[in-house]
């Protein structure tokens, strides 16, 4: 979940002034509300020493009614605690119906700083996985709103901040060996992070990263999603009773329009020559070619996935990628509505059914993420449902991985402008002009939203197992080149994997 | 889950007589209703050979309309099928809204057979329950309805089926070398069963455990079991859509009174004699004294569970168990209807907070099954909440159990005669007098209430990490050496336990 996170956010110092404030009302308005609706919530606080936990949660407490909240720092547990399951201690902190337990640092360092620096065994921490995952569930079934924030900076930003604090008198204490020896084990951290968020981001209660290299952005993300998940929360019970004593008014948290997002960081610029394309797509072609034939020795199937904007090149794409291969080995599926049997079955039916078989090549021009796109904006499911999905989908891919399956996801992604230019080059061009529908242009109505959705998506469903891969589309020719390279990349990847079960025949 | 399983349970031909034509006149209607109503439902059955699967199934289908069923009888993957990832062949066969799906065996076949027989690899298993608890999650909350069948039966009985059906000339055929091979391997299977059963009974897809020796009890009970969980299905899907145009009457499923369950068979006639009963007590206090003293040389917690009728003799059975301890080593909770600051948190936090020290011996005088009990039978709770809590208890358990507890639990039995005489003493001897309330009259009005959801409850929550035991309690002295007898082959076990966490200090 961390393959598509962008450091470099940031906002600037006018939004943040304007926003800020806004979100903190919002936030002491909405707990009173949690309090008088007896709704409980835990706000948990992961992240890189000197990320800026500390901080974050004084922000928070900021506004807040001292008699509503509870923080909890955590560290070592002390003797009592060891002679219990490693949960009571936690258990015995959840919140009371109306009350906010704010932890800094929390349970989620069993399988972390406990299990790299070998406190706890193997075994322990295996079980811990699935213990935190029923424990988070239970409360959650139970009405408690859980906000899981994983705040993210880099190596170098992190040694930056340790120096920093080192060159002032009154904060050089707060930096410790132990924080060096981690800082040095960035990459362990790094991948035993990756596999915590992919394993205990579940629909009942999320990972949300945030990008902590930027204080105001850092601090404005946490406030807008607590205040979005309280309030999910209140209309979660208000639907559940409607009859509750309850009378607030629902408030309305403060929209922020253009928060800077991981697709606005997208370099459109990035373009490629005819003649260097011509060049670049045939050696890949070439080695696609051969790669296809090692995956039917192998019998390794393959799934290359195909999302983007509307007219952001996928057809021509998808050709170029297939147009070199042995079209026994490959096959290509549009997607579009569901029709017929598939509408009377669970969204995800029809592409079990398409799976390939071990050792041929699948793309998808769109896919199974319409649950979280096109359903999602236009209320073809409802909101537990698309919600549900992230899961859902990160499961399925899952299955397919332990299966040995090498998964490819492109969001091709093109400006607003580039999007028009197109539109207007297909109503003119006749042999292009049955591309363009009515439908095309209410999407692009819509295309806020779908950047929202997007940018979900692209956070909540990039798995290590299954990442996700940003096209840079607005030269047609760089994106091709570099479908083609990232399937070559994500094959040979595929093919020296470990534990992939093999099998022939 | 088999622990608690009484296989010689049967149904007479009168009560089968009147019973079975009804039942199947219920399900043809509640087809209808699932058709017209666009519920999907699977059954699967798995079980020992010769168990009566087939025989299930033909009864089935008798009344169902054919153009809304489907049976799959599942053997070994072909080719076609291991070609894709193991829950294909499945996910390909899950019925579309208003179509019910049987399965003949069904893919717990990858964590059972193929375990067995090393057709699959250890890892390939292991991520099978994951997924297979994936999978049946995301079906039913898409809607559908899953009833999952064991029909067991014993190996003797296994046994004589086999050998009859070789005497028979044209059912000979059907029993095979490999049938006796898997016979022979009972044992093996009876263990890998228990742990398929515990995990992946879940609260949205439970597991039926049909005690198959009676072949009258055992057609009642599958179809009671299927009548009532489209029943609850269809019921579920009128909650959520008001609006439905699904207009049909809510049927009754034929009220099967006084179906034999396990709690017939406890013999209550069980006594001891005052001499023999001092006796054994005095040795089974002593050999206890010796264990508190490991249990704390080993840090290993225990946890005695005491549940049971009004005036089944529990406070006195618990005098006996601690009479003898050391009272720095124990110590006995009563649980009541919670107040104040339990009534504002999740039900299990005030079991989690009364949790012993490793090392300690902690005693339960009523506990967390109030939830499925009182809470269930009173309306306390929700239906959701207490069907829910199935799964949550025998996650907390498994918790505990994780971190070395020990757990006993014990249902003390009375007949309805013997607890009448007991409240009539009550009532009359001065100094028990206080022990009588109201509340026990009530209670006792709703016996055959209590009587299901104790049934239930054994069936349900009885683990191996955590079973329960039946205590025959009209003789109260033979009860008493049961407990401390029981309490002291826990404990040995629990120290010889081969995974148990050590710890010391």
Chains 1, 2 share one sequence.
Not at 116 to 133: F, L, S
Not at 256 to 272: A, E
């Amino acid at each position: 979940m961390l393959e598509t996170v962008d450091l470099s956010l940031k906002l600037s110092k006018e939004d943040y002034k304007q926003w800020l404030p806004r979100l903190k009302e919002d936030l002491r308005i909405l707990q009173q509300q949690a309090r008088e609706a007896g709704l409980p919530v835990i706000i948990l606080f992961e992240g890189w020493d000197a990320s800026g936990k500390g901080d974050s949660i004084s922000q928070l407490l900021d506004r807040l009614d001292p008699r509503g909240f509870r923080v909890h720092p955590i560290s070592a547990p002390i003797q009592e605690e060891l002679y219990r399951p490693f949960l009571w201690r936690f258990w015995t902190k959840v919140p009371g119906r109306g009350q906010i337990a704010i932890f800094d640092r929390s349970w989620y360092g069993r399988v972390h700083v406990e299990r790299v620096d070998k406190i706890c065994t193997p075994d322990e921490w295996h079980q811990a996985y699935q213990e935190i995952n029923e424990f988070e569930r239970q409360l959650v079934d139970d009405g408690t709103v859980i906000v899981k924030f994983w705040l993210h900076i880099s190596q170098k930003e992190q040694k930056r901040r340790f120096r920093q604090c080192e060159k002032d008198r009154y904060m050089k204490w707060k930096v410790t060996k132990e924080d060096w020896k981690h800082h040095k084990q960035y990459d362990t951290y790094l991948q035993v992070t990756e596999e915590m968020l992919e394993r205990t981001s579940t629909h009942y209660a999320p990972w949300t990263i945030i990008e902590a290299t930027d204080r105001r952005y850092r601090r404005v993300k946490i406030f807008k999603t607590i205040c979005e998940a309280i309030q999910a929360g209140l209309n979660r019970k208000r639907t559940k009773a409607a009859t509750h004593e309850d009378t607030h008014e629902q408030i309305e948290v403060t929209a922020l329009k253009d928060m800077p997002s991981v697709l606005d960081r997208v370099d459109l610029s990035l373009t490629l020559e005819p003649d260097e394309y011509r060049r670049q797509l045939l050696r890949g072609q070439v080695r696609l070619r051969e790669l296809e034939y090692e995956c039917f020795k192998h019998r390794m199937p393959v799934i290359a996935v195909y999302e983007g904007w509307d007219a952001a090149g996928k057809g021509g794409n998808i050709k170029r990628v297939t147009q070199n291969l042995d079209p026994r080995g490959y096959s290509v599926t549009p997607i579009a509505a569901p029709t017929g049997d598939e509408k009377t079955h669970h969204y995800l039916w029809r592409f079990w059914k398409q799976l390939p078989k071990a050792g041929h090549i699948a793309v998808f021009d769109r896919s199974w993420y319409g649950r979280i796109m096109v359903e999602r904006i236009e209320g073809f499911c409802t909101e537990a449902e698309w919600r549900r999905a992230f899961q859902e989908i990160n499961e399925f891919e899952r299955h397919l991985y332990h299966f040995g399956t090498v998964i490819v996801k492109f969001w091709l992604h093109i400006s607003k402008e580039e999007q028009l230019a197109r539109f207007e080059e297909r109503k003119t061009i006749e042999y292009k002009s049955y591309k363009l529908t009515d439908e095309d242009w209410r999407n692009r109505e819509k295309w806020d939203a779908y950047r929202e959705a997007v940018v979900d998506m692209l956070q909540r469903t990039s798995t290590t197992y299954a990442p996700w891969t940003v096209v840079e589309g607005n030269c047609k020719l760089w994106a091709r080149v570099k479908a083609v390279e990232t399937i070559i990349d994500a094959i040979e990847k595929g093919l020296n994997r470990e534990d992939r079960p093999e099998m022939t025949g």
